[in-house]
């Protein structure tokens, strides 16, 4: 028997499958890239920075200072990715675009 109205529920449904199919063009899972270098954060090397507005100036220097080989300003209520990267200077920002705390990660 010819498959009718099922079959055309069925037909209608596969591109929106075929959406939630993984792509292959997606790197695999890691932890990101390595710092050249093998450089890892030294927080504490930026604690002069809490409390000063972050500017790219002190954003520049924060790096230079704490050896990280990338640097990520958090606002508050920021969503965060949760890899750790030992390469990588977190700095947390209050609601006035202040150096709150830092830490490395």
Do not use: Y
């Not at 109205?5 to 890691?30: D, E, I, Q, R, Y």
């Not at 050249?36 to 809490?50: F, I, K, L, M």
């Not at 100036?57 to 990715?81: C, F, H, M, N, Y």
Request: charged share 20%; with cysteine; hydrophobic share 40%.
């Amino acid at each position: 028997m010819p498959c009718l109205s099922g079959c055309a529920a069925v037909f209608a449904l596969l591109p929106l499958l075929a959406a939630c199919a993984p792509s292959a063009s997606l790197p695999a899972a890691g932890r990101g890239p390595a710092a050249p270098g093998g450089s890892r954060c030294d927080a504490e090397a930026g604690r002069w920075a809490v409390g000063q507005p972050a500017t790219e100036a002190t954003v520049t220097k924060l790096r230079q200072d704490s050896g990280a080989a990338e640097v990520r300003s958090i606002a508050p209520g920021q969503p965060t990715t949760r890899d750790l990267r030992p390469d990588r200077l977190n700095v947390f920002l209050d609601a006035d675009h202040v150096v709150a705390r830092l830490s490395c990660g």
